[in-house]
């Protein structure tokens, strides 16, 4: 009869320890799934800042050509304004299109068909 008790209780710490290991693994999988996450939004965060800096920066650049090519102090930076002003009117007349294709995008990518 001892020996039945000690099994039980072998089994029982054996049990204890596998449940444990178990937390431990799914602690380590949601801290590797979280650095993951985090990782690809600093990633996108520079990504779009260095993609608006760019853009800022081409946009005077190309601003300062035009002045130059049409000899005009304003006439450059008239241009670029008025091409991203077409720009934001364009994004503001599709937004609904570009909205669903970027969250089709990522449902694809992150959300199984089963």
């Not at 039980?8 to 431990?24: C, F, M, Q």
């Not at 800022?56 to 091409?83: H, V």
Request: proline share 2%; hydrophobic share 55%.
């Amino acid at each position: 009869m001892p020996e039945f008790k000690t099994q039980i209780e072998s089994i029982r710490k054996d049990a204890v320890d596998l449940i444990d290991l178990h937390i431990k693994q799914v602690k380590f999988d949601l801290i590797e799934r979280i650095a993951e996450e985090r990782a690809k939004f600093i990633f996108a965060s520079m990504a779009t800042f260095a993609f608006f800096l760019v853009a800022f920066l081409g946009s005077i650049f190309f601003a300062l050509i035009a002045n130059e090519y049409t000899n005009s102090n304003y006439l450059g930076y008239g241009i670029i304004a008025a091409i991203w002003t077409i720009l934001f009117i364009f994004g503001i007349l599709f937004k609904s299109q570009i909205k669903s294709a970027l969250f089709n995008r990522f449902i694809n990518k992150n959300i199984p068909s089963s």
